[in-house]
């Protein structure tokens, strides 16, 4: 069996490399990581809007935009002169990665079931990271607050105590309207809710580290 090409993704690396080259864009050249993080985020947004308006094209034509910065980011990474890497070392990290956190497909684990493989995913990532004394560490800091307050809490031992303003029968649309209104009510008081709850998760990890 011969092995498999991918002649649209090769080709994507090489305008990369034209428009990084000599005599490309000048505005490709000059880029670093730190510049071109907006991007990245704004990318990866378009493509969730893509997903959630359900338009096929619009997903293909975002997730490429996304892939395009992963591309330029290795690029830059081949460029460094004191500690370089490629989009090969980008994928092969990747795939070591997701050998080691499926034991249950690549091993000898038994995970029949997707919550069973939940339930495992943590102690498997540990695995891969014996010098992380904290189940924070390695949390993308820069997450929207809700995201990282999901995170944070998905790791704790105990949970905070929950609102009672949520039950079983509340909807994710329930969910959404109690969200907004809180967002309402604080800027009409002039509080800044992602910030506070930014400060509530800070406070919720160093109660679990101590």
Sequence with gaps: MSEPTHPELDALI????RLRGEDGCAWDREQTHESLLKYLIEESHEFIDAVESGDRTHMVEELGDVLYQVLFHADLGSADPDSPFTIEDVARVAREKMVGRHPHVFGDVTADTADEVVANWE????AEKPERTSAFEGLPKGLPALALADKVIGKLNESPTPSELVTEKTTEDDLGDLLVA??????ANGLDAEQSLRAAVRRVIADAER
């Design 14 to 17: 090489a305008v990369m490399a």
């Design 182 to 187: 809180i967002v309402a009510s604080a800027r």
């Design 123 to 126: 102690k498997w990532k540990a």
